[in-house]
């Protein structure tokens, strides 16, 4: 075990750019049962600085290496059981790096069905194969001839059984597929077309309905978009290197030749040959190609499972509202607007339902309505679900506020994706239990204003809507991937340990559901905590569990000024050194910059705390409990522009943005439909990565280049010149299209008809957004 850690460490540490020893560390602190965020935060001396992005890579990883390290250990029993293990088989096994790797090598050991070259053996025929193996120069049908008898009546057949052993031979040689998997990869082209008479059914996918391009470049979006198609069954998909090859020889047939030395001396010889090509047809190239597929729709996978976890932080980081009493507003038509007022705490103080579109029309009676909640209650935000109905409540609500003296409540549009999952949920029914369902959805969208992190967090991930084809990728992976964004964007705000929910504080470092009920309990039954370590009095919450939760825990105003920083108690002797250090009462000393930075942090240094927790420690002094989140920011709709039929091109507009793709960016403009910003329009500069230019929850400014009424789609940009998006090739040129191997020739049929606008077959495929 202690080698695998080991072996396993310096594979992680090379790929995450650390020294073995800080992963054989930061592993063990892991198996111990501590969380990635404690670990980051406050073991950075064990680790020697690892931080959070290393550390998941590493979480991640570490799975599946181990995994991998089972199945060698599985492989080698199982081939030793078999009588065949040898010390250069057990060196090759030992060093291969990937699954596909190891299964290659199990490959001929491995316990399978009676195979056709199994029947030729029984039948007597190895020895015919091996016959023509060692003289090149033979004529196999006349080597054939003497091994006829009852079960191989003729030539044909004793030649057809040798064939299935040599076959089976080469198919079997792991050195010799991991080549033909490589070279695969390298030349291979990934085609789709669609199938006959699905074209109207399919129309989602007409983009590639005869699309090709090289495997290795398929962006994830577009390799989810065609898989989705096969699966639908609206497209075929093929992987193959050598379509286009007139010559008679592939070059997958020429390297099996010359694998095992298969050149032109004699009749043996060109009879290898078929046989290596009829290799590759038969079995080879099939089982090849799903296996370029299998791994397309990993590396995919990955790329959504990144893009889905990337915009997930940056929604729930967004910028909360505050304190403030809000009113949610849940739009509906035939059914009313739901209305939900809740106070600076989140705690609802009042829910109505009012019906201002038709079949009431009761306009006025709703402006009356919500005017009187919004002075009894000291509303200062309006929240307004974006859904059906959004924008007509915008109206509504916008003529309402223009009829009313100041101070008026500020108006805000919020995303209400998982908003109905939440109403409908266990944990909003035990919130809520007397609360209407359609209800609970209006206090959410309240309550996501006001602290978007605090809300979501009752929400399962997977359904907040920030991600493309989540329901087409690894469920585990995306569930892991997700929580973990979850869990490290709540433990880097902190959470209030006297106002948090269940939920909220389920998603801290240590604390299980169980226990977090139990906080919510022991806090209901015996009052505020007045310090963290009366956290220990909480039923079932050890010693452990406090080490891991209590720094992510703040108490405001309590007995202890430490409890309302991220300063974890274990260290809180060190930080009263430094306060003693500054002769200044704790209280006086938080926040003052000028002093704390003139201390030399190597004073505070002892056996357990050195210099990064101590630096930690003097920067949480200087801004004690800081959100790492920004400020409260919001996007106004134009007037007048409610619906997509209302843009024109050149319209300067604000909006939000809503989504992050490898592709561009979706920003809802307040039409309820998101326009789309290429990559290529989001700025005045080449842009890679989306994600260095913007994030959900920014609020940008964007020029209308291009509206497709019919199709719902927006083309927007965010270039000072306002300039039309590239056509294909001059995107292929900068990386984000398709690719043109050998540069010749349009590679699908979308490239090679005329561009007809900015929102032609440059956007098509960009656009299909789950």
């Known amino acids: 075990m202690a080698d695998d850690i080991k072996s396993i460490s310096a594979i992680i540490a090379a790929e995450i750019s650390a020294r073995p020893d800080q992963v054989v560390a930061a592993v063990g602190l892991l198996d111990e049962g501590a ?13 020697g600085g690892l931080d959070d992005t290393q550390l998941r890579n590493l979480s991640e990883r570490l799975i599946y290496l181990r995994e991998l390290a089972a199945r060698r250990k599985a492989i080698v029993e199982s081939i030793s059981s078999q009588g065949k293990m040898t010390d250069e088989l ?6 291969v790096a990937t699954k596909a790797e190891l299964e290659d090598i199990y490959l001929p050991y491995k316990p399978k069905r009676r195979t056709r070259a199994e029947i030729a053996r029984e039948r007597g025929l190895a020895p015919l194969a091996e016959a023509i193996w060692a003289d090149r120069t033979a004529d196999p049908a006349k080597l054939a001839e003497a091994y006829l008898g009852d079960e191989v009546p003729d030539v044909k057949a004793a030649l057809e059984g040798a064939r299935d052993i040599v076959a089976e031979g080469i198919a079997e040689n792991a050195d010799l597929l991991g080549r033909l998997r490589n070279d695969l990869k390298d030349r291979a082209l990934l085609y789709s077309k669609v199938v006959e008479g699905k074209e109207q059914a399919g129309e989602k996918f007409a983009d590639y309905f005869d699309h ?45 030749a010359a694998a095992f030395a298969i050149a032109d001396k004699g009749p043996a010889d060109r009879w290898l040959m078929e046989v290596a090509g009829w290799t590759w047809r038969v079995k080879l190239s099939m089982s090849l190609s799903l296996d370029l597929m299998r791994e397309l729709r990993e590396r995919a996978e990955e790329e959504a499972i990144h893009v889905f976890a990337r915009n997930l932080k940056d929604l729930l980081l967004a910028a909360p509202a505050g304190s403030r009493a809000t009113m949610g507003l849940d739009p509906g038509i035939r059914t009313g607007v739901k209305v939900a007022v809740v106070d600076g705490t989140g705690k609802v103080v009042d829910t109505t339902t009012v019906y201002p579109f038709p079949p009431k029309n009761d306009v006025r009676g709703t402006q009356a ?18 859904g059906t109905g959004s924008r007509e409540t915008e109206k509504l609500v916008a003529d309402m506020l223009a009829q009313m003296p100041a101070p008026k409540p500020t108006k805000v549009i919020v995303s209400e994706a998982g908003a109905s999952v939440y109403s409908a949920s266990e944990t909003a029914a035990r919130e809520f239990p007397n609360l209407d369902v359609s209800l609970r959805g209006a206090v959410s969208i309240a309550r996501r ?22 329901h087409d990728v690894d469920q585990a992976k995306l569930g892991r991937s997700l929580d973990a964004v979850v869990e490290d964007a709540v433990n880097a705000v902190g959470v209030d340990l006297n106002t948090a929910s269940a939920p909220l504080l389920a998603r801290v470092s240590g604390l299980s559901n169980s226990i977090a009920e139990a906080i919510v309990s022991h806090r209901d039954e015996t009052g505020p905590f007045e310090s963290r370590k009366e956290l220990l009095k909480v039923s079932r919450l050890g010693a452990r569990t406090f080490e891991q939760c209590a720094g992510f825990l703040r108490i405001p105003n309590g007995k202890e000024p430490l409890d309302a920083s991220s300063v974890h108690p274990e260290a809180y002797g060190v930080a009263k050194k430094i306060v003693a250090a500054c002769g200044r009462d704790l209280r006086t000393l938080m926040g003052d910059s000028a002093t704390l930075r003139n201390l030399d942090p190597r004073t505070f240094i002892d056996e357990q705390f050195g210099l990064p927790t101590v630096k930690d420690i003097i920067a949480e002094l200087e801004k004690p409990g800081r959100d790492p989140r920004p400020s409260f920011r919001t996007a106004t709709f134009a007037e007048g522009v409610d619906e997509i039929t209302d843009l024109k091109p050149g319209m300067l507009l604000e909006g939000t ?24 329009q989001l700025a005045d500069r080449f842009v890679k990565d989306p994600h260095e230019v913007v994030k959900a929850g920014d609020v940008v400014k964007v020029r209308v280049v291009e509206v497709d009424v019919k199709r719902k789609r927006i083309a927007l940009t965010m270039r000072k010149d306002g300039g039309e998006a590239p056509p294909p090739s001059a995107r292929d040129n900068r990386g984000s299209g398709p690719s043109r191997p050998g540069g010749g020739k349009p590679q699908t049929r979308q490239e090679a008809r005329p561009q007809q606008g900015s929102l032609g077959a440059a956007l098509a495929e960009a656009f299909r957004k789950k």
């Open 369 to 386: 309505e919500l005017a009187s909640l919004i002075r009894k209650h000291k509303v200062e935000l309006i929240a307004i679900g974006n």
């Open 35 to 47: 969380t990635v965020p404690f670990i980051a935060r406050y073991r950075k001396e064990v680790t």
């Open 449 to 470: 204003l006001q602290d978007p992190l605090a809300e979501l967090v009752k929400i399962e991930p997977k359904s907040i809507g920030v991600g493309q084809y989540q």
């Open 212 to 256: 090709s391009e090289r495997w290795a470049t398929v962006p994830g979006h577009r390799a989810l978009a065609m898989l989705r198609g096969w699966n639908e069954e609206v497209l075929t998909l093929a992987i193959e290197a050598d379509r286009d090859d007139p010559s008679p020889v592939k070059p997958a047939q020429r390297m099996i």
């Open 90 to 95: 057990a060196v090759k096994i030992a060093g």
């Open 657 to 680: 943005v809503t989504n992050v793709a490898a592709f561009g960016a979706f920003v809802d403009i307040g039409v309820h439909q998101d326009g789309l910003v290429h990559v290529s």
